[in-house]
């Protein structure tokens, strides 16, 4: 419960609405136990207007509510026929009902609105901490369980904050006023009555903690199930490739049974569980009338008819909330625990964060790095090894090497995606821990080696680096990608949607939106890593004489695992083991014979092996 706490924030914003909820729901159900004692009432008088026999005049008059009191008082003094009193305790009793209606309907704006805003603010909290933390944490958390989070946890902390404060509110305030004013009427039938509720209530909620343990484990196979059937629809292509369908179905088919076995469990469970409730009521109503009966027969107690009419119509206003116990235990039971996940997020703080005065930057492009080491935490590589490159305004740099000798690493770096564990990084001579994550990042374009696309249009895409960006700057930064012919094939051009991470376009024209998208926000320093690796020869000499114009005032880094021959670098920086094993231009490092003119020869020799394109 003391999880729970963290929601008091949201409580005290939304007080207003939580006080009204409150006082809507006491409200309905105050004039909800009135109409017991109006039926008490007319009952008693119909009786003794009537003369029926057997009937007995009560010593000392009932106590009902102030209000019934009045109207009782009203109507006997009035010489009314017995039908016109009837009739008016019928309207008084519909009355009643429709001022019960009009405050639950009020009780669910209040209450249930509250709960959705709450909801609103957490998914927006959640979704906001998401994007502050650092690479690392994504490395350690998958994303099912960070979905799970924002969905699935906020969802039942919802339950929490509307539905559940919802009926204990209405279950303290029902059996209050039903107990009171039962109290009020007879003590000693009260006793008996509610003799079996509290059997009950302890019932309702061991019962209801097995229905949880069900509800979980079909949640976790109803989850295995949907993820198998997801990255079955995802992976379809390599399903079919492998002709694994069969194995696919088989695998489909186990979750499934599991699911369905943890579903009729379930069912079995509760279809003991809803009759036994009503069998444990049905024993208070039939305690009622049997001791009530005893009571009127023998002319005791001051009971008749009309008593134990009043008293089973409380044992049926109580049959929901007392069955609610054990629904309202478990919705709180899971919040807790869902929020307990949420605040073990919400505490993760980030490894990276802004200084507390950065200082302005206005890049003009001078990048540099001095002595810089760095390994990763989780893997114990030692990607970086006294890293020291300078790279002034306006350069164009090639960081070439093989896979892992650190080369993404360095963009990682200067992105503060990650910090080094010595050494300093630079912009134009400003440590680049002196300034904020957003200014680095707004004026560092960056090409991923990984290709992300979103679900939208290829000019949102585009438009995704600059967002104020007009149609005629889209087509600018798509011609200077190479990918403006290709797009204008399309059967709706620059309209066309995308598919999920661009799984409609080819490879090379996902490489070359992502460079658009980069190249549209038109920055001083500009960083492509490994971007061209999915076109052929004849695009990336289209696309770098393009860039080569582009570039032409601005910084760029290029890291590669190829050979550019066409594209003028003032710097070629070779890595190897995180350590610079070359540096110098492409003449001067052909010259030395080492890794990169190895390099150059046996890419050399490739592209003369491969037959000319058409």
Same mark, same amino acid.
């Given at each position: ?45 119909? !009786? ?5 026999? =057997? *009937?007995?005049?009560?010593?000392? !008059? ?19 026929? +017995? ?8 309207? #008084? $009793?519909?009355?009643?009902? @429709? ?11 209040? $209450? ?27 490395? &350690? ?97 390599? $399903? ?54 005893? *009571? ?22 109580? &049959? ?63 990607? @970086? ?14 960081? +070439? ?6 080369? #993404? &690493? ?72 190479? +990918? ?58 289209? $696309? ?48 030395? =014979? ?11 020799? !490739?592209?003369?092996? !491969?037959?000319?394109?058409?």
């Amino acid at each position: 419960m003391k999880h729970l706490g963290a929601l008091n924030k949201y409580f005290w914003k939304y007080r207003i609405r939580l006080l009204g909820g409150i006082l809507f729901v006491t409200l309905s159900n105050y004039f909800n136990v009135l109409s017991p004692q109006i039926t008490g009432f007319v009952i008693d008088f119909v !009786q003794r207007a009537l003369h029926l026999p =057997g *009937y007995h005049a009560p010593d000392k !008059q009932p106590q009902y509510d102030i209000l019934v009191r009045t109207f009782t008082d009203k109507v006997q003094l009035q010489s009314y026929s +017995v039908g016109s009193v009837v009739a008016l305790c019928g309207i #008084t $009793i519909l009355l009643f009902a @429709l001022l019960r209606g009009f405050f639950l309907f009020l009780m669910r704006q209040t $209450i249930i609105v509250m709960s959705r805003y709450i909801e609103f603010d957490q998914k927006n909290e959640v979704y906001r901490h998401y994007q502050m933390l650092d690479t690392s944490f994504y490395k &350690t958390h998958s994303t099912g369980d960070l979905m799970n989070r924002i969905t699935e946890d906020v969802s039942r902390v919802r339950m929490f904050t509307g539905p559940a404060i919802m009926y204990l509110v209405n279950l303290v305030a029902i059996i209050s006023l039903s107990v009171f004013f039962m109290w009020r009427r007879d003590h000693e039938l009260t006793l008996y009555v509610l003799a079996p509720l509290p059997i009950l209530a302890i019932t309702i909620y061991l019962v209801n903690n097995t229905i949880n343990r069900k509800s979980e484990a079909i949640q976790e196979s109803l989850s295995s199930l949907t993820t198998n059937a997801q990255e079955s629809y995802s992976g379809i292509r390599v $399903i079919k490739s492998f002709v694994q369908e069969k194995a696919m179905l088989g695998f489909f088919t186990r979750n499934s049974e599991t699911y369905r076995k943890n579903a009729i469990g379930l069912a079995k469970v509760e279809a003991i569980y809803f009759p036994s409730i009503t069998l444990l009521i049905g024993l208070s109503t039939l305690l009622t009338i049997m001791i009530g009966g005893i *009571y009127a027969i023998r002319g005791g107690h001051d009971i008749g008819v009309n008593t134990i009419v009043e008293f089973v119509m409380y044992i049926n206003m109580l &049959t929901f909330p007392v069955s609610a116990i054990g629904l309202t235990a478990s919705m709180i039971q899971r919040a807790a625990a869902s929020q307990k996940r949420i605040n073990e997020f919400l505490d993760t703080r980030s490894n990276i964060t802004d200084p507390e005065k950065p200082v302005p930057l206005d890049l003009q492009g001078e990048v540099s790095f001095n002595k810089v080491d760095f390994t990763y935490a989780h893997t114990g590589i030692h990607a @970086l090894k006294d890293f020291t490159l300078n790279i002034r305004k306006g350069e164009k740099v090639a960081i +070439v090497g093989r896979t892992g000798s650190g080369k #993404t &690493t360095l963009v990682q770096l200067l992105l503060r995606m990650v910090e080094p564990d010595q050494g300093t990084i630079k912009l134009d001579g400003q440590d680049i821990r002196n300034l904020s994550l957003r200014s680095i990042r707004e004026q560092v374009s960056y090409v991923p080696q990984d290709v992300f696309l979103f679900s939208d249009t290829v000019e949102n895409n585009i438009r995704f680096g600059a967002p104020h960006a007009d149609r005629a700057q889209v087509v600018q930064a798509a011609k200077a990608a190479s +990918v403006d012919n290709e797009i204008l094939g399309f059967a709706h051009q620059y309209d066309t949607m995308i598919g999920e991470r661009g799984v409609t376009l080819s490879g090379g024209q996902k490489q070359r939106i992502s460079i658009a998208r980069a190249l549209i926000r038109e920055p001083k320093l500009v960083i492509f890593d490994d971007c061209l690796s999915a076109v052929d020869a004849k695009t990336e000499k289209a $696309i770098i004489g393009h860039l080569d114009e582009f570039l032409r005032d601005r910084t760029a880094l290029i890291i590669t695992h190829r050979i550019f021959s066409l594209f003028r670098f003032d710097k070629i920086v070779v890595l190897e083991d995180g350590r610079i094993v070359e540096e110098g231009t492409h003449d001067s490092l052909l010259a030395m =014979g080492g890794y990169y003119a190895d390099l150059f020869a046996r890419q050399q020799e !490739q592209e003369r092996s !491969q037959p000319p394109v058409a």
